[in-house]
C-alpha cells in the first residue's frame, strides 16, 4: 500500500465531501447538538444525580453524544463515497489505473474518518465551551475533557468509517435495504454492549463509561441505582449533583476499545473482497453465483471467420438499411391539455412499485392481512407499525427519483410540476400507505375507534411527507430511511406516546395526532418549497 | 510495443452478447473505432482499459494477458471514458494530483506534468475554479488531461471530442496525431470526420462484430467506382432511399443531390464520386445490417 496514493484518495474524497453545501448543514447540527446539551436536553444520570460540569463530566457527556449520533446518524452522511466515484464515473478511471483495492478501500474509509472526525472535534471543542458556559466547576484537565472522545469515540468511528465503506461494496447493502438493515445493526450493537457488560461488543462504550460512573455514584446517599443517556426533550428534572473526577483508564477498558480499530481494518479487507472495482461481473457475490452456477457464463459460439474474411469487399452491394428510410410520424390530432391528476398519481403509483419482486408483495398482503385478521390492541399496533416499515424504500425514493435517475430537468420543465406531480407523489405515497395496513382502519372504523382512526389516517399523510421534504431537499433517499427507521423504532414500536405517529400505541392521543397533522402540512409545505428551488434552478 | 486482442467476447447476464469472438492485433498509431450505437465499442473499450473482464479470449499487452496481470498495463494506460465525471467542489489542478497520485506519478513531476497538461488544454487560466462551474467542454479537456497525466503507451479515448467547439476539436485531433508515433491510441468515436483526420488505422464494429481492420486508403480503395452522386427530383428521394444506400444529400438549386453508394450507377445522370470514409462505413455497416443476425 503507497501512503502517498492513500493520503491522495483521502484527501480527494475528504475535500469534495467539506466543500459541499450538506457538510455545512451537518457542521449546523453539530453545533445545535452541542447547544442542546448545553441547555439540558442532552444528559447523563445516574439515578437522581449527575455530575457537575468538570472537565471529566462534559468530555463524557460530550465524546458519548457523539459516539452515539454519529455511529447511528453518522452512518448515512458518510456511506456514498464509493457510490460517488460510481455515479460519476470517477470509478471507470481509477479502475483503469493501478490503484489495488484495499488502498482505494483505505483511502475512502480514511476520508470517512476524517468527516466524523471533524464532527467529533467540534463536540470536543464545546465541550470546553460548556465547561466555561456552565461554570460549575473552575479547573480545566484536558486529560479528562479529551480522552473520552479518544478512547471512547475514535475506536467507534473508526469501525463506522470502514463499515460504511464495507456497505458500500456489498451489492444487498449498498441501496435503501443497507441502510435500513444498518439500523438495526446499530440498535443490536449498542443493546449488546450494554446487556452482555463484553467491551469486545460495546460499539459506543456504553458498560464502560456506565460501570465507571456508577462505582462512584453507589456511595452516593439516596442513590438507588440507574443509569440513562438521554437525548432530546424529557421531563426535566432537578438532578442532584456530584464530583465525577473522571475515567482511571486500565488495560482492561482501553484494550478493547483499541480492537475497534483492529475491526475496522478486519472490515475494510472484508470490504475489498466484495468490491467490484466498478464492474459488477468482478464482484465477489458475482463470481460465487458463476461459480456455483447460478448465472450461465457460456463461451461465445466459435467464429470461424478471420478478420481478412470479414474485411473483404462483398460481391454485391446491400439494399439500403432502414436507417436511411425515410420515417413518418402519426401527427396528433389535438394536443390534450385537460387536468389529469387521477392519471399523474397512477403514474407515479406505478413507479413507486415497479420492479419490486413477487416476494415484496407477498410479504405486504402478508402484513395487510395481518392487519384485518389481529384484533384491536398492542398485537394490532406492532403488526401495523411492520406494515408500515416494510414500505419504507418505496417512500424513500419520493422526492429523490428526479435527482438519481437525472429526470429532473425533463420532470420540471413539464406543465405544472409543482401544482400537479408533486402532490401526486405524495397522494401516491399516501395510497401506499393507506394499501399496506387497510386492515388497520377498516377494524378502528368497524369499531367506531375513531382516535385509532384518525392517527391511523394522519400516519398515512405524514409519512409520505416526511418523505417528500427529506427527499426533495436532500436528494437522496438515505437520510429518510435512516430518520424514519429511527423514529419508527422509537416511536411506534417502543412505544413512546410522543412520538408514535401512527397510533400504534394501545391508546392513541387526538393531542398527539393533530400535532403530526400539523406537521403534515407544515412538511408539504416544506416539500414545495424546495420543489420550487429546485424548479427555478 | 503491440496490443493483440485475441477472440475476444463479452455476455452480459449471461443474455446478451456485446463482443462476440473480437480478434485484432494493433501497433503504434491512431486506431478509428467506428460503429453504430450499440455496437460493441464501449465494452471494447472496457476491456481494454481492465475495467471489465472479457467472458472468453484472451487480450496481451507486449505479451502478458492484462485479465490475469492488469497492473503492468495500468501503468502505461491512459483512459478517457464516454462519460465521465468529476468532483465539483475540487478544482482541476486538485482532481489532476489526485488522479496523478492513483497513478503512482511522483509528486514533483506530477505538479509539471499537470501544468503543461493544462496549458496544453487550454485550461491554464480556469485551474484554480471548482470542477462543477465547468462547462461540458471544458470538463472534456480535464478528461482528456488526465488521460495523459502518465504519458501512457495505450491511449484509449472514447468520444473524445464530444461537447468540444470546433476549435478546440481541431487542437485535440492535431495533439493526437502527435501522440500517435510512440504509442497505439485507440479512438472510439460517431464523428466520422475526427478519424479522418487522425487515423492510421480504421475498425469498424457493429453489433459486437468487426466488419473490417484497414487503413483508410485501403476501405476507400474497395469503394472505388462504388460511389455516385446523383441528381435527383425532390419528389423521388423517398423511393431512391428505398433502393439505394444514399450516404448524404444535399439540396441544391438544380434539385437535390444525393451521395449514393451502389455497384451500378443508380440511374441516368449519375456520375461517379470519390469515396469518403463516411461512405466506406455506411457501406460497411449496412452490408452487415443485411445479414442475418
Excluded at chain 1, 407 to 422: D, H, K, V, W
Excluded at chain 2, 229 to 246: C, G, H, K, N, T
Aim: hydrophobic share 50%.
Amino acid at each position: 500500500m503507497n501512503p502517498r496514493v492513500l493520503y491522495h484518495i483521502a484527501r480527494a474524497d475528504f475535500l469534495e465531501r467539506v466543500r459541499r453545501y450538506s457538510f455545512l448543514v451537518t457542521l449546523a447540527f453539530t453545533l445545535y447538538a452541542a447547544f442542546e446539551a448545553n441547555r439540558g436536553n442532552i444528559v447523563v444520570n445516574v439515578g437522581q444525580y449527575r455530575g457537575i460540569y468538570n472537565s471529566a463530566w462534559v468530555g463524557l457527556l460530550l465524546s458519548l453524544t457523539a459516539t452515539v449520533l454519529i455511529t447511528w446518524i453518522g452512518f448515512y452522511i458518510i456511506k456514498n463515497t464509493v457510490e460517488r466515484d460510481r455515479r460519476t464515473g470517477v470509478g471507470q478511471i481509477l479502475a483503469s489505473t493501478p490503484v489495488d483495492r484495499v488502498t482505494y478501500l483505505a483511502g475512502k474509509a480514511l476520508s470517512n474518518f476524517a468527516v466524523v472526525g471533524v464532527i467529533a472535534a467540534i463536540l470536543m471543542c464545546a465541550a470546553l465551551v460548556m465547561q466555561l458556559w456552565r461554570a460549575e466547576a473552575a479547573g480545566i484537565d484536558l486529560w479528562q475533557l479529551v480522552s473520552p472522545f479518544l478512547f471512547l469515540t475514535l475506536p467507534a468511528l473508526a469501525f463506522l468509517a470502514a463499515l460504511a465503506v464495507l456497505f458500500e461494496c456489498v451489492p444487498g447493502l449498498r441501496g435503501g435495504f443497507g441502510n435500513v438493515f444498518y439500523f438495526f445493526c446499530w440498535v443490536g450493537l449498542f443493546g449488546a454492549g450494554m446487556e452482555l457488560h463484553n467491551g469486545y461488543l460495546d460499539l459506543v462504550g456504553a458498560d464502560i463509561v456506565q460501570t465507571s460512573v456508577v462505582a462512584r455514584a453507589k456511595d452516593l446517599p439516596g442513590y438507588k441505582g440507574g443509569f440513562s443517556f438521554q437525548i432530546g426533550p424529557h421531563e426535566r428534572k432537578a438532578f442532584e449533583t456530584f464530583v465525577w473526577d473522571g475515567f482511571h483508564w486500565t488495560a482492561a477498558q482501553v484494550i478493547p476499545r483499541l480492537s475497534w480499530f483492529v475491526f475496522a481494518l478486519l472490515t475494510l479487507l472484508l470490504a475489498a473482497a466484495f468490491f467490484d472495482r466498478f464492474d459488477p461481473s468482478r464482484g465477489l457475490l458475482h463470481r460465487v453465483s458463476v461459480a456455483l452456477g447460478l448465472r450461465s457464463l457460456r463461451a461465445a459460439p466459435a467464429q470461424p471467420q478471420t478478420v481478412e474474411a470479414q474485411t473483404a469487399a462483398p460481391d454485391s452491394l446491400p439494399a439500403p438499411s432502414s436507417a436511411t428510410a425515410p420515417t413518418h410520424l402519426t401527427p396528433l390530432a389535438q394536443l390534450q391539455s385537460t387536468s389529469r391528476f387521477g392519471a399523474v398519481v397512477a403514474a407515479e403509483l406505478r413507479l413507486m412499485l415497479k420492479g419490486r419482486s413477487k416476494w415484496w408483495y407477498l410479504v405486504a398482503l402478508g402484513l395487510l392481512i395481518g392487519t384485518c385478521a389481529v384484533p384491536a390492541g398492542e398485537a394490532q399496533g406492532k403488526l401495523l407499525a411492520f406494515a408500515w416499515l416494510w414500505p419504507v424504500l418505496l417512500w424513500s425514493a419520493m422526492g429523490t427519483r428526479e435527482a438519481q435517475s437525472g429526470t429532473g430537468p425533463l420532470i420540471f420543465s413539464s406543465a405544472r410540476a409543482l401544482g400537479r406531480q408533486l402532490p401526486a407523489v405524495w397522494v401516491a405515497g399516501v395510497c401506499v400507505a393507506l394499501l399496506t395496513s387497510a386492515g388497520f382502519g377498516v377494524r378502528s372504523l368497524v369499531a367506531r375507534d375513531w382516535p385509532h382512526l384518525f392517527a391511523w389516517l394522519t400516519g398515512a399523510m405524514f409519512i409520505p411527507a416526511m418523505a417528500l421534504v427529506l427527499g426533495v431537499w436532500s436528494g437522496t433517499s438515505k437520510l429518510f430511511e435512516g430518520l424514519y427507521t429511527g423514529f419508527w423504532y422509537a416511536g411506534p414500536v417502543q412505544p413512546t406516546p410522543a412520538l408514535d405517529f401512527m397510533g400504534a400505541s394501545p391508546v392513541a392521543s387526538p393531542r398527539i395526532t393533530l400535532y403530526y397533522f400539523a406537521a403534515t402540512l407544515a412538511l408539504l409545505a416544506a416539500a414545495a418549497v424546495g420543489r420550487r428551488r429546485q424548479i427555478r434552478r | 510495443m503491440r496490443l493483440e486482442i485475441q477472440n475476444v467476447s463479452k455476455q452480459y447476464d449471461g443474455k446478451v452478447w456485446a463482443l462476440r469472438d473480437f480478434t485484432l492485433h494493433l501497433a503504434p498509431g491512431v486506431l478509428g473505432l467506428l460503429g453504430p450505437n450499440g455496437a460493441g465499442k464501449s465494452t471494447l473499450m472496457r476491456i481494454l482499459a481492465t475495467i471489465s473482464n472479457p467472458t472468453s479470449g484472451t487480450i496481451l499487452w507486449n505479451g502478458t494477458d492484462i485479465a490475469a496481470q492488469p497492473d503492468g498495463l495500468r501503468a502505461e494506460l491512459g483512459y478517457l471514458p464516454q462519460d465521465f465525471g468529476v468532483y465539483p467542489n475540487l478544482n482541476a489542478v486538485e482532481f489532476l494530483e489526485y488522479l496523478a497520485a492513483v497513478k503512482g506519478i511522483a509528486a514533483g513531476a506530477a505538479r509539471r506534468r499537470i501544468d503543461e497538461l493544462l496549458a496544453l488544454v487550454n485550461l491554464t487560466d480556469a485551474r484554480k475554479r471548482p470542477l462543477g462551474g465547468y462547462s461540458g467542454g471544458m470538463r472534456q479537456r480535464v478528461g482528456i488531461a488526465q488521460a495523459l497525466l502518465n504519458d501512457p503507451k495505450l491511449l484509449i479515448v472514447d468520444e473524445p471530442t464530444a461537447g468540444l467547439d470546433p476549435e478546440e476539436r481541431v487542437r485535440f485531433r492535431n495533439l493526437l496525431s502527435e501522440l500517435s508515433g510512440e504509442r497505439i491510441v485507440i479512438l472510439s468515436t460517431h464523428i466520422v470526420s475526427d478519424v479522418e483526420a487522425t487515423a492510421t488505422g480504421i475498425a469498424i464494429v457493429s453489433r459486437g462484430r468487426l466488419l473490417a481492420h484497414a487503413a483508410p486508403e485501403e476501405l476507400l480503395a474497395r469503394l472505388e467506382g462504388k460511389v455516385w452522386e446523383w441528381i435527383v427530383p425532390s419528389a423521388d428521394l423517398p423511393a431512391a432511399r428505398q433502393r439505394f444506400l444514399i450516404s448524404t444529400v444535399t439540396r441544391r438549386s438544380d434539385g437535390v443531390h444525393a451521395r449514393v453508394v451502389s455497384d451500378a450507377a443508380p440511374g441516368p445522370g449519375a456520375t461517379p464520386a470519390s469515396p469518403t470514409l463516411e461512405d466506406a462505413y455506411l457501406h460497411a455497416v449496412s452490408t452487415h445490417r443485411a445479414e442475418p443476425a
